[in-house]
Nanobody, 115 residues
């Protein structure tokens, strides 16, 4: 059974940093695109960043220059390094991935940016 498990969320002060991780589990899986989305309080879920199997990346304008997405294919893991965090980055962050012929979501990890 395929699962995406996120970790790394928490409480951080404005200007601080966090690194989120998302590991895919399951045997003999083929992972294609991976990405991060977020849903802030009272907001719709939005794209944060994506990365293809070849390493091409795409970012939301609101996080460009502050967030970096990367992946380790051997570990079946995608990362999101978040720097210079702002209160408006407060959200539940979800991992998303195309694995085989299906699209999967993680359970989410909460990030709170507050002083």
């Amino acid at each position: 059974q395929v699962q995406l498990v996120e970790s790394g969320g928490g409480l951080v002060q404005p200007g601080g940093s966090l690194r989120l991780s998302c590991a895919a589990s399951g045997s003999s899986i083929v992972i294609y695109g991976m990405g991060w989305y977020r849903q802030g309080p009272g907001k719709q879920r939005e794209l944060v960043a994506t990365i293809t199997s070849g390493g091409s990346t795409n970012y939301a304008d609101s996080v460009k220059g502050r967030f970096t997405i990367s992946r380790d294919n051997a570990k079946k893991t995608v990362y999101l390094q978040m720097n210079n965090l702002k209160p408006e980055d407060t959200a539940v962050y979800y991992c998303n991935s195309d694995i085989g012929a299906r699209n999967y979501w993680g359970q989410g990890t909460a990030v709170t940016v507050s002083s």
